[in-house]
């Protein structure tokens, strides 16, 4: 992730799988194998290089002073009343430089924070989009400094970096601290150095990601997890090896979600009545059975009861749900598991902070593949 390694998105293991097959509600599956589930998997395949590799150490050099700097989250806590007014009553005395926190909260978010600028009718407060202005094609033979996204204006003297600067944080506990550790300066750079620096992102990364054969032997994966919930509730059950039964679901509401959604804006395509599978061939008889209304439009919802294993509108089984991979020697510790859950810091230099502490720290960000 422009030099460092996704450390803050494990892989998942079979533990972090069986955790998922014991949720109850399909907005849970929903939500969990989007994330730790299997997103993490295309961070790591994908990856972001380019010119934000040279950009983020050439800004760690210039503000090495004060990212050094070794601070805790009841110090932070107070700084953050004296400066914004607000008391998060962190008590965490764990120790942690400044840079451990920009690199986790920004520099292995790189990819989520460009998105953002991109879509920065989300977070900008002007309210307005495409903060990032991208060409449409370029020619193979253009130059790369000609060829890379920027943010309008971001070589101006007047460039308005606090109008986009909140679409570096996710949460707000992410701008309490930054607003009152670090400078005004180093604020001023970092937005300068996502809005200019130019990114390559691997295929994996992004919604191109089937384009990359690595995708198909992540998918199948999730498919076979997902069968195997929806079939939980046959007689006799489904048993994840050593992991025991797997719990049927309660509750098979469709949730719409999108971390890129707000108050004034909705990113569509993710709602139970929107359409899906747009353009692209299916399985006549799956078409005729999504197409409950017969209105020529298969939306999220109708295609996910189509796929109902039990009344088996697909073309294809699987030959097994069994897990002969997963054992002892393949498992992590509990530790390890509750990391992977609950998107938390994985820096060596942040091992020794408690879970409490890195949970607070945690901008939401981490095991997610932002593509939602």
């Known amino acids: ?6 450390i803050n998105k494990p892989i998942p293991s079979c533990q972090a799988h069986a955790a998922l097959l014991q949720k109850t509600t399909l907005g849970e599956v929903q939500t969990s194998i989007a994330g730790w589930g299997h997103g993490t998997l295309h961070v790591n395949t994908g990856g972001v290089f380019g010119e934000c590799t040279s950009a983020m150490a050439n800004f760690y050099e210039k503000y090495g002073d004060e990212l050094s700097r070794e601070v805790t989250l009841a110090e932070l806590s107070q700084e953050i009343e004296e400066n914004v007014g607000i008391n998060p009553a962190w008590r965490s005395t764990d120790v942690f430089q400044l840079k451990d926190f920009v ?3 920004f520099h292995l978010e790189y990819f989520h924070i460009y998105r953002s600028l991109w879509r920065s009718q989300t977070c900008a ?27 309008e204006g971001v070589n101006s003297p007047d460039f308005d970096w606090e109008n986009i600067e909140p679409c570096l944080y996710m949460q707000d506990k992410t701008k309490w601290i930054s607003q009152s550790a670090l400078s005004r ?8 150095t996502f809005c200019s ?37 046959q007689p006799g059950g489904i048993f994840m090896g050593s992991y025991g039964k797997i719990e049927p679901f309660e509750d098979e ?33 799956i078409a005729t059975a999504a197409d409950v209304n017969g209105d020529g439009i298969i939306t999220n919802m109708e295609f996910y009861d189509a796929m109902d294993p ?17 054992g002892q020697e393949n498992e992590v510790s509990e530790e390890e598991l509750s990391s992977q859950q609950s998107e938390s810091y994985a820096a060596q230099s942040l091992k020794k902070l408690s879970e409490s502490a890195m949970n607070m720290l945690s901008d939401g960000r981490s095991a997610t593949q932002g593509s939602r």
């Open 197 to 233: 620096a130019g990114v390559k992102e691997g295929e994996q990364l992004e919604s191109a990601s089937p384009m990359d054969i690595v995708f198909w032997m992540i998918h199948p994966v999730l498919d076979r997890l997902v069968t195997a919930k929806r079939l939980a509730s």
């Open 185 to 192: 300066e180093s604020r001023k750079d970092l937005v300068r």
């Open 1 to 6: 992730m422009c030099g460092a390694e996704p």
């Open 103 to 105: 690199l986790h909260t």
């Open 125 to 151: 407060l002007d309210g307005q989009p495409l903060a990032l202005q991208c060409p449409e094609s370029c020619d193979p033979s253009t130059p790369s400094e000609d060829c890379k996204c920027q943010c």
């Open 253 to 285: 509401s469709w949730l719409e979600f999108s971390s890129y959604s707000t108050d004034n804006y909705t990113c569509t395509g993710h709602g139970p009545d929107d359409p899906a599978l747009q353009g692209l061939t299916i399985l006549p008889r």
């Open 310 to 326: 039990a009344v088996f509108n697909t073309d294809y089984v699987y030959d097994n749900f069994e897990w002969a991979h997963c």
